[in-house]
């Protein structure tokens, strides 16, 4: 009765072990090492458990053949020697000691061969259990000792994943290393527990425990987590979609214009209308670049790239540079744009200009977008606290009296690609990104930002920023910077200046020759970083003026070359400004850092490159 009661248990701890696969099947990675060990720990563990109760229905007398039961006894123990094995698999697996498995592995693979030996010298020696006369089953000493063997296996596991739960750096929760000394432990407890009661069905219910154990805490918790993954994965793959579907609409509608009006203008004999197609190709190709740059812009906040400087600066003439370029946008409609400064007590500061230019044009040029043809923008820029530990707070405030937007619509107005469906808005171009970035540069510059607005009376933005104010001597350097910038802006001539131009692309190379011959200067031109390196070499480090450097080339890339050049005798004094199509702050940065002077975005302003000759050009 005894061993029917054995039997039974292993046959249900079994079954148990079958229902843990079918419940995880759905989160099963075949790739994962941790799963694809677990599957075969537990089929290994569920057949281990069926051996058992075979066993135990001879053992039982239910079936009377004492050769049978001495076949299953030793099957039973090959699986007994083999499981440490698997056990050692999933534990070294799961706590990431790949490397250190094949020695462990070496040594229990040693232990588990001589049991294996054992138990085949036990076929004809009866020397660890055997089956007497009477079908009673009867085990010797040798049989235990083998036990205690496998034991010091477990005893080692356990022992450990505690160190490793000390010593945890792996990045794996350290209470799952107490899951995994709770996991060792059942089958420990459970064979001394048979040893002593050698008729308990102990081993499988050890097993069994143990491996419930982990599948609770940890493989549960691994599937919990796939699950939230994917589901996230999901959710980024959907908003992706959105994305590419919504930049395939605004990518597109700007470059239609382009290769349409690039057509009108190849196939015209008026010259009217083709001055009136490059025109307009100028303002949709600007229109496709800021949509770039937005996108470009977007990415780098997303994967904290994105960095608030504080250099010297002045708020009125960065505020007076955000109204004269919106001037421009204003005109063509009629539109009344007025300009104000109120209480700046001191306009000098430090903080990041370009990217304080980024969100007030930005507001300005969607108050003058969405503002009918005669309405008015207000721009005002004052100063609402001078602290005496040297920061000032600024407010920046544009108000319109434009088309407006919902209260509902005002709760999404940050948020990507968020544009009301309005048939007014509807005819605006732009990818609604601009108040994304808008909002999230300045919660970097821990500012913020409010929205008072009303259908068809027009909105108004306030944005709030701190700063810190420069010191006297700080002040003073950045007026003299301004002087000498001023001067020579207006005085210097570039008539019969050498510059060699290094740039692979031959559109490019065409674009920068054109637009610079009819200033006077003489230009060579080289196709890669090495033929700059050899053309400033053959002609001495004192016969260019300035050097062009693309940065992407062949053979050898801008930065390799000016590093080259600036080794030469004389090499450290010639003005190199990177031409390249890496236009953020920390590719400005990268250049500077490797010896150049000056970092010019292409596409390539006209005005803004002439003026970084100048200034290099001494």
Not at 52 to 81: E, P, Q, Y
Not at 219 to 227: E, L
Not at 510 to 528: F, K, R
Request: proline share 3%.
């Amino acid at each position: 009765m005894v061993h029917i009661l054995y039997s039974v248990t292993a046959f249900v701890c079994a079954l148990v072990l079958c229902i843990l696969p079918a419940k995880i099947k759905h989160a099963l990675d075949k790739t994962n090492p941790t799963d694809k060990v677990f599957l075969r720990l537990i089929h290994w563990i569920t057949a281990f458990c069926i051996i058992d109760g075979i066993w135990g229905i001879f053992a039982s007398h239910l079936i009377k053949n004492n050769n049978l039961l001495f076949v299953f006894s030793t099957i039973f123990h090959l699986c007994a020697a083999f499981t440490p094995l698997m056990w050692l698999k999933f534990v070294i697996t799961y706590l990431r000691e790949e490397k250190r498995f094949h020695i462990f592995s070496i040594i229990f693979n040693f232990i588990f061969l001589f049991q294996v030996a054992l138990l085949g010298l036990n076929i004809f020696n009866k020397m660890m259990f055997f089956v007497d006369n009477d079908g009673i089953y009867r085990s010797t000493y040798i049989r235990y000792h083998l036990f205690y063997v496998q034991y010091i296996t477990y005893i080692f596991l356990a022992i450990y994943s505690l160190k490793k739960y000390f010593s945890n750096k792996t990045g794996i929760k350290p209470k799952d290393y107490l899951y995994v000394f709770m996991f060792n432990i059942a089958p420990i407890c459970a064979g001394i527990f048979q040893m002593i009661y050698p008729d308990a069905p102990a081993y499988s219910i050890g097993y069994m425990l143990g491996l419930c154990i982990i599948y609770s805490f940890i493989v549960s918790g691994i599937i919990n987590r796939r699950v939230i993954e994917k589901a996230v994965y999901e959710q980024l793959n959907q908003t992706k979609t959105e994305f590419l579907f919504n930049m395939s609409h605004d990518i597109r509608t700007p470059m239609n214009a382009i290769l349409g009006y690039t057509n009108v203008a190849l196939h015209s004999e008026s010259k009217e209308k083709i001055q009136d197609s490059l025109k307009k190709i100028k303002i949709s190709g600007n229109h496709l670049l800021s949509l770039i740059n937005e996108i470009l812009e977007m990415s780098r906040i997303e994967s904290g790239k994105l960095s608030i400087s504080n250099d010297p600066m002045s708020i009125i003439l960065a505020s007076e540079a955000v109204y004269q370029m919106s001037q421009s946008l204003a005109a063509p409609k009629s539109i009344c744009l007025t300009y104000t400064t109120k209480n700046i007590s001191n306009p000098y500061i430090l903080g990041d200009e370009l990217h304080l230019n980024e969100v007030l044009i930005n507001l300005v040029s969607n108050a003058i977008k969405y503002t009918n043809v005669g309405g008015s923008v207000d721009f005002i820029t004052e100063q609402i606290e001078n602290n005496s530990d040297g920061t000032a707070k600024f407010r920046f405030t544009v108000k319109d009296t434009g088309i407006g937007m919902s209260e509902e619509f005002q709760n999404h107005l940050f948020e990507p690609f968020s544009r009301e469906q309005t048939a007014t808005v509807s005819k605006q171009e732009g990818a609604g990104l601009g108040l994304s970035i808008v909002k999230k540069i300045i919660d970097l510059a821990d500012g913020t930002i409010k929205v008072e607005s009303q259908i068809n009376k027009g909105s108004t933005f306030t944005v709030e920023l701190p700063f810190k104010q420069m010191n006297e001597k700080q002040i003073k350097k950045f007026k003299k910077s301004q002087i000498d910038f001023t001067i020579i802006n207006k005085t210097y001539s570039l008539k019969d200046k050498k510059i060699l131009l290094a740039e692979d692309n031959a559109f490019n190379k065409e674009i920068t020759i054109d637009s610079l011959i009819d200033t006077g200067v003489i230009i060579d031109s080289v196709e890669d970083g090495k033929q700059a390196l050899q053309k400033v070499q053959q002609m001495g480090t004192d016969y260019y003026d300035a050097i062009l450097m693309d940065i992407q080339m062949p053979v050898m890339n801008g930065y390799e070359a000016t590093k080259e050049i600036r080794k030469l005798d004389g090499g450290e004094e010639i003005p190199i400004i990177a031409l390249s199509a890496n236009a953020f702050k920390e590719d400005k940065e990268k250049s500077l850092a490797v010896g150049m002077n000056d970092h010019i975005a292409k596409p390539i302003k006209l005005e803004e490159l002439l003026q970084a000759i100048k200034n290099c050009i001494k």
